[in-house]
């Protein structure tokens, strides 16, 4: 399985980015999905999750701020993010979970200017 993903940039404290991250190869095998993000000098951390039915996971500081969502169809996985913080700036990393093995995206920068 090999994701790509996109959608990161620089933006105002308040304002919104959506990040996408498509999936090819074994895609029959994928099943959970998500996002994980990696600020400084910091460990990589669990953003949001979302299951192959849609049942999703939010980590407590993005509750109410961002989605995760998935279009099977498409292969693809979402992160739309708004009302975004200085302390959102991160590498941000897709990745999926497929026969029992994790598999990942190349980062995206985002960055929340004050």
């Known amino acids: 399985v090999q994701l790509q993903a996109s959608g990161g940039g620089l933006v105002r404290t308040g304002g919104s980015l959506r990040l996408s991250c498509v999936a090819s190869g074994s895609i029959s095998s994928i099943g959970l999905m998500g996002w994980y993000r990696q600020a400084p000098g910091k460990q990589r951390d669990l953003v949001a999750q979302i299951s192959t039915s849609g049942s999703t996971y939010y980590v407590g500081s993005v509750k109410g701020r961002f989605t995760v969502s998935r279009d099977n169809a498409k292969n693809t996985v979402y992160l739309q993010m708004n009302s975004l913080k200085p302390e959102d700036t991160a590498v941000y990393y897709c990745?999926?979970?497929?026969?029992?093995?994790?598999?990942w995206g190349q980062g995206t920068q985002v960055t929340v200017s004050s």
């Open positions: 990745y999926a979970v497929a026969s029992f093995r994790d598999f």
